[in-house]
């Protein structure tokens, strides 16, 4: 840790002047190790748990919501360590372990358990929102160089476009931002909502097309809130050119939730789930994560919203919404309608017949 210290203080916008040398060095050994073994406890709790075995691990790992909190602190922005020092340990703690204790670590042949791995499918599994980070390609996704635990969510959470795709993307819809309707008027537009569902997907591929929009399922648990704010502070105090895909995000789910209405219906279309027990209260979390936060310019789902704008405005799509809405709810209000129409039909071809037979009549 003497050897990488000088690194180490780099990442830190604090000098830590009040911490010499050896107080630096312990502090970062410490929390590192901490780190790195509360991961590795965390594959023995779920391997061992798995095959009803007796597990050796600590009750910060087998106790549910000691557990859980340790994941909320490592998710903190004022609690991120420097990802390189966790790595160099990390690799050295492992080997050793790996070569002690072969039969303990080495449970399932397929798995190789890397630090970006065991962070990723232990530690946060579960945490932002219900981010499936199995499905995740970690090959594809440049992680090596993630500065810490909130950089490597960034990262590996990267649009499934690729970088040419990404920056022509940028470069379309730079100042085209618009507000926009939130999901009970866009279903009185007649705008459809689904579940996207695709293999290697982000959280962030969200498509509007024809009508249709196509939203990844996203779960919001008690710990979404405390994730979000913190990823939004990292990405709005970050330096890095790339669009700030988080604080984008939640900018269109505001937009698209005003209410507690339009939570019931995105949950209802499978599109929003979660465990707060109401509907409001997901509501006032998404209205309440843009307080104060700036909206650059490259917004990313500034396309999404110049095509949801423009199919609001054409009279025709409110038009048969709102047909659909008042006279085709069931199937009785339907019949009634159609036969209402088909007397109004008749009624009307009736009147021509009577006029034409007039205006033809020879006068008397």
Known sequence: MNKLEERAREYYADSFDHLDNYQFVKMMLYDACFVIEFLLGLFEFRVVEDKHQQSHVGDEVKVSWKRI????????LENQLPFFVISEFYDMSYGMIVTQNPNQIHHDPTFTPTLTKLAMLRILEK????????????????????????????????????????????NKNQRTCFNMPCVTELKDAGV???????????????????GHFKIPKFKVSDSTEIFFRN??????????????YFTDYTSFMDQLINSKEDVSQLGRHEVLDHWLGDDEKVALMFNSLGTGV???????????????????RRWWNRLVASLKHDY???????????AAGFLLLLTLIQTVIVLIMIITSPPS
Request: glycine fraction near 2%; charge should be negative.
């Open 294 to 312: 700036f909206i650059s310019e490259q917004f990313y789902y500034a396309e999404q919203r110049r095509k949801v704008n423009a199919h609001c």
């Open 69 to 76: 909190q340790i994941c909320n602190d490592l998710m903190l």
């Open 127 to 170: 945490l932002p929102g219900g981010i499936d980070f199995s499905k995740m390609d970690f090959e594809n996704k440049s992680i090596s160089e993630s500065k810490h635990f909130l950089d490597l969510v960034h990262n590996v959470c990267l649009p499934s476009c690729s970088r040419d795709e990404l920056n022509d993307h940028q």
């Open 192 to 210: 459809k909502f689904e579940a996207r569902e695709e293999r290697n997907q982000s959280m962030f591929d969200i498509h509007f097309d024809h």
């Open 328 to 338: 085709f709810t069931n199937i009785w209000v339907t019949v009634a309608t159609f």
């Open 231 to 244: 990823i939004i502070a990292y990405e709005q105090h970050s330096s890095d050119d790339e669009p700030k």
